[in-house]
């Protein structure tokens, strides 16, 4: 996107039809955070698995 493009208002909102054309592409940026903040957390509770629970043993 060109940001000397001035296809909205003169208040600089977009017209519709850019609204439509960014909508249509999808939210990628927020799949993307969303994946990383699994992979973090997934990350994070395999290696809590592996470094207090497993070392601990067996508790009776």
């Known amino acids: 996107m060109d940001p000397n493009d001035h296809s909205g208002d003169h ?12 909508v249509a592409q999808g939210p990628n940026g927020a799949i993307a ?5 699994a992979v ?5 509770w395999i290696g809590f698995y592996f ?10």
């Open 51 to 60: 470094l207090v629970f497993l070392p601990r043993g067996v508790i009776h």
């Open 11 to 22: 208040h600089g909102n977009a017209s519709d039809d850019e609204v439509e054309r960014i």
């Open 40 to 44: 973090v957390v997934l990350a994070i």
């Open 33 to 37: 955070v969303a994946g990383v903040a």
